[in-house]
């Protein structure tokens, strides 16, 4: 059985920093594509950063050089390292998992900025 389980929730004020972490089992990680999605009140789930590989890895232009993505694939679990955070950054985050021909999400996260 799949299971994907994030944390790293949290409040932090405009500039400060998280770093979200995703733990799944019952999957390989260094064989699969992964990536975080992040769904704002009232709006649509949207695709945050992408990693195909560690060498791979797109995000979306308004998080570029503040988010980075990783992977530790002996610890089969996945990283949102977010920094300079802004309150548009509001939102829950959710851990996706593309494997073996499934898709896979985590539970969801929030993360509020606010001062």
């Known amino acids: 059985q799949v299971q994907l389980v994030e944390s790293g929730e949290g409040l932090v004020e405009p500039g400060g920093s998280l770093r979200l972490s995703c733990v799944a089992s019952?999957?390989?990680?260094?064989?699969?594509?992964m990536g975080w999605y992040r769904q704002a009140p009232g709006k649509e789930r949207e695709l945050v950063a992408f990693?195909?590989?560690?060498?791979?890895?797109d995000y979306k232009d308004s998080v570029k050089g503040r988010f980075t993505i990783s992977r530790d694939n002996a610890r089969n679990t996945v990283y949102l390292q977010m920094n300079s955070l802004k309150p548009e950054d509001t939102a829950v985050y959710y851990c996706?998992?593309?494997?073996?021909?499934?898709?896979?999400w985590g539970q969801g996260t929030q993360v509020t900025v606010s001062s």
């Open positions: 019952g999957i390989i990680l260094s064989i699969s594509s």
């Open positions: 990693s195909r590989s560690a060498s791979s890895t």
């Open positions: 996706y998992v593309f494997y073996n021909g499934n898709h896979y």
